[in-house]
């Protein structure tokens, strides 16, 4: 019983392991999008160019 219990502990330290690391990189992820839409947001937002460069 115990051996079995000790792989159980294992499988489950592993599955919660990858569900904490991909809920980080979620976060991380919303969180550069959040900054990226503020700095827009503030900033006007990327230049636009039209044309051709005046000499």
């Given at each position: 019983?115990?051996?079995?219990?000790?792989?159980a502990n294992?499988?489950?330290?592993?599955?919660?392991?990858?569900?904490?690391s991909?809920?980080?990189s979620?976060?991380a992820?919303?969180?550069?999008?959040?900054?990226?839409q503020?700095?827009?947001?503030?900033?006007?937002?990327?230049?636009?160019t039209t044309g051709?460069?005046?000499?």
């Amino acid at each position: 019983m115990s051996m079995w219990l000790t792989a159980a502990n294992r499988a489950a330290g592993t599955a919660s392991g990858h569900a904490m690391s991909a809920g980080r990189s979620q976060v991380a992820a919303a969180r550069a999008e959040a900054t990226r839409q503020v700095l827009e947001f503030w900033t006007g937002g990327p230049r636009k160019t039209t044309g051709k460069k005046r000499r």
